[in-house]
């Protein structure tokens, strides 16, 4: 089975207003299977005045239909997609891992959280709730959770359905209307979201999505006038320019950017349980993920044998196409092969402790990288500080709780971490001092959780999304102070 039998919508059209359109400008792009460099399909290269027309829609759709739904119908409605998504929950998947390049289970389990994602914010709807505040003699004040207006959605390639589910979802669920901008690396299943969403009965104009580049499409959003909110998910330095174009409009903005997660192993961790969490969470959707742990701290009287715990699982791990569903997929592009094998190259082979095999046959048009696993690293070597955003992990040894968190808290990010160990107290006192958006204890969530607020500190972002604290974020707070007497 082709990509194309699975392309049930013209995926060279932006979803404008309830309508399919060409871009305005006429120019398309193409769109590349990671797995073996092919085409899989040509996409609408959207500029300002596709982004414009997609605004304004937006803004239509507040006075229109979708602003006077009560907040049931809009959960219904969500749910609704949810259902869909599960319906189409393989041939999503194989539009993502063609796409993306992830294997066709990974595909699947982003699918499943897609809909997730649209079931917990369904249901959570009408569950957002104002305060009364005592006040004075004679008033009544009372607090409305209000819709921003228009929110603006950017994402990035590596998990397309995840973050669509969790930002679009939850400005959604509370009434705002959206304009979603989708990596030109991959974005064939943001644009089977708004089919879905249309055979779900979404009205027009609350979900708009204008496919094209960054610095085009992407730029016209995030400078718009008339959006009211900015959802961005992807690098630091694109963070930074969406971060000056908010400020510009004085609107609010999420950054959910990079990281370099720590997972922390201490000598008295159960190292079987920990083993796959430590690795899947480093070679997931080949090493990109923002929150892929990139750095394993383990207490040195465990070093030795963790480290060849960890080194066994590398040799025995594949790569090859998505398709063919095994450990790891191909990276993105030749581009973001380039940088891994950079780093690579920099770093020299003499700490490598074990290497993942890609296998025979695998075609020469895609981006493998063998995974590779590091050990007895600097916390100030660069593969302990960069995001690598490739399936690289270094192990770094450590003595004392209080090396631990130095070594945790020593780079520039923060959004993931994990402490592997039974002491209960210890537990608690590495939670606290470890500066993260999320901590992990004896376990590691790279990824899933949808009602797990996520965000980070520093230069990892921030913000929150998932759960529902995303939609707080989502909308504004109104005060109401009625004088009566
Ligand atoms: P990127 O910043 O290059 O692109 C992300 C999105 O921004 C894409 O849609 C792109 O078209 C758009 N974009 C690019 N330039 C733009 C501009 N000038 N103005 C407006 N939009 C622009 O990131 P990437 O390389 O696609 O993704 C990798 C990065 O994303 C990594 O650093 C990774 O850590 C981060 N990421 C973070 C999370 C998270 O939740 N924290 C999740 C996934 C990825």
């Given amino acids: 089975m082709s990509v194309q039998d699975d392309l049930w919508f013209d995926a060279t059209k932006c979803f404008i207003g309830g309508t399919w359109v060409a871009p305005l400008g006429g120019e398309y792009l193409s769109l590349k299977n ?6 899989i399909a040509k996409i609408a290269r959207g500029k300002l005045g596709d982004v414009d027309a997609a605004v304004l829609a937006a803004k239509n759709a507040l006075t229109g239909e979708w602003g006077r739904m009560t907040a049931l119908e809009r959960g219904r409605i969500l749910t609704r997609i949810g259902q869909l998504v599960l319906e189409r929950v393989d041939e999503l998947a194989r539009l993502e891992a063609a796409d993306v390049g992830k294997p066709l289970k990974q595909a699947r389990a982003d699918a499943v959280a897609l809909a997730r994602y649209m079931e917990f914010y369904g249901g959570a709807a009408d569950k957002i709730h104002g305060h009364t505040i005592p006040y004075l003699d004679g008033y009544t004040v009372y607090t409305l959770r209000e819709p921003h207006g228009v929110t603006a959605h950017i994402v990035p390639w590596n998990y397309p359905m995840q973050i669509i589910g969790r930002s679009v979802g939850a400005a959604l669920t509370m009434g705002n209307a959206t304009v979603l901008k989708p990596a030109e690396e991959a974005c064939l299943t943001a644009l089977s979201f708004a089919k879905i969403a249309e055979e779900a009965g979404l009205p027009a104009g609350a979900l708009n999505v204008v496919t094209g580049l960054g610095e085009e499409a992407g730029a016209a959003l ?5 959006i009211n909110h900015i959802s961005f998910t992807g690098s630091v330095g694109v963070g930074s320019l969406i971060q000056k174009a908010a400020a510009d409009a004085i609107v609010p903005v999420t950054l959910e950017l990079g990281g370099k997660s720590p997972q922390i192993v201490f000598d008295d961790a159960d190292l079987d349980a920990a083993i796959p969490f430590l690795v899947n969470a480093g070679v997931q959707n080949a090493g990109q993920t923002c929150s892929a742990s990139s750095r394993i701290l383990v207490q040195r009287s465990i070093y030795d044998k963790l480290t060849e715990m960890m080194a066994e699982r590398y040799r025995a791990m594949k ?19 380039e940088i891994v094998e950079g780093f690579v190259r920099h770093a020299g082979p ?3 402790v074990a290497q993942a095999t890609v296998i025979t046959g695998a075609p020469d048009g895609g981006h493998y990288f063998a995974p590779t696993l590091y050990a007895g690293i600097d916390p100030d070597d660069p593969l302990a500080q960069n995001e690598i955003f ?9 003595d004392t709780e209080e090396d631990a968190v130095r070594i945790a808290n020593g780079t520039a990010y923060g959004l993931v971490a994990s402490i592997w160990t039974h002491d209960g107290a210890r537990q608690m006192r590495m939670a606290k001092a470890i500066r993260s958006g999320q901590i ?15 965000g980070g500190v520093g230069k990892s972002g921030h913000g929150r999304e998932k759960g529902f604290e995303a939609l707080y974020g989502f909308s504004v707070l109104k005060t109401v102070a009625a004088h009566h007497g």
Avoid at 222 to 226: A, I, L, Q, T
Avoid at 390 to 398: C, D, E, L
Wanted: aromatic letters at 8%; glycine letters at 14%; zero cysteines.
């Fill in 34 to 39: 990671p797995s073996d460099g092919s085409e």
């Fill in 222 to 226: 995030s400078s718009h006038p008339d």
């Fill in 319 to 337: 790569v090859g196409p998505a398709m063919d569903d095994l450990d790891v997929g191909p990276l993105i592009s030749a581009r973001q092969k």
């Fill in 350 to 352: 003499a700490r490598i």
């Fill in 390 to 398: 490739g399936p690289v992990q270094a192990i770094i040894p450590f």
């Fill in 440 to 454: 992990f204890i004896n376990n590691y969530g790279a990824g899933g959780g949808v009602e797990l607020p996520f």
